[in-house]
């Protein structure tokens, strides 16, 4: 019954806010043992800045992977900067890039500009889920060329080398832009290029 472990959670919120560490601890390790997510996310918290208790990074990271496991997508981001960080955990940019992705797709606003970063830079450890990430709104916007055979470049000008051309009507992502140049992704092929955004269009929803 969610009204009967909100009590001791908020008085642990509150015992936190005065800075009584371990009677927020009291209160909220009961209810994490129990599965309630945002106390096994602020106990992680507790632990990763020994808050009235020793530093205890593999505890921290053993409460965030409860909560990250329900989808509290703050303990997924936590997950994510500890295993790109290496603290108390061995490096891992795919497990990394695997929780960010989970907290972005959860709305966790760090998160996507994090994956929106690592798209644009062509990370591989986003490279396995390209196709799905351009169907996301908060990723980029898709647009249409508006003339026939545009020049597709490997960067931001006329100078530079083209790549492609595209067909009038072809789709295009736009994932980041660069004064009147845009960097987008084809979803048909997931290559990546340069278009001149003034031979453009949005594309209404």
């Not at 795919?94 to 798209?119: Q, T």
């Not at 986003?126 to 508006?146: K, Y």
């Amino acid at each position: 019954h969610p009204l009967a472990i909100a009590g001791p959670f908020e008085e642990g919120m509150k015992s936190l806010e005065n800075g009584d560490f371990a009677e927020a601890y009291c209160l909220w390790r009961p209810l994490a043992m129990q599965g309630h997510k945002d106390a096994a996310y602020h106990l992680g918290w507790l632990y990763a800045n020994g808050n009235g208790l020793r530093v205890d990074v593999t505890k921290a990271i053993y409460w965030w992977t409860q909560a990250a496991n329900k989808g509290h997508s703050d303990a997924q981001f936590a997950l994510g900067l500890a295993y790109t960080n290496g603290e108390g955990i061995e490096k891992d940019p795919l497990s990394a890039a695997s929780w960010f992705l989970k907290a972005a797709l959860a709305g966790n606003e760090d998160a996507r500009e994090i994956i929106r970063e690592m798209v644009r830079s062509q990370a591989s450890e986003v490279r396995a889920d390209l196709s799905m990430l351009i169907t996301q709104q908060w990723l980029g916007r898709p647009v249409r060329v508006t003339a026939d055979n545009v020049n597709l470049r490997s960067g931001p000008g006329t100078e530079k080398r083209l790549t492609d051309k595209a067909e009038k009507n072809t789709r295009l992502i736009v994932i980041h832009e660069v004064g009147r140049w845009f960097q987008v992704i084809d979803p048909a092929s997931l290559e990546y290029s340069w278009v001149a955004g003034w031979l453009t269009e949005p594309v209404v929803h």
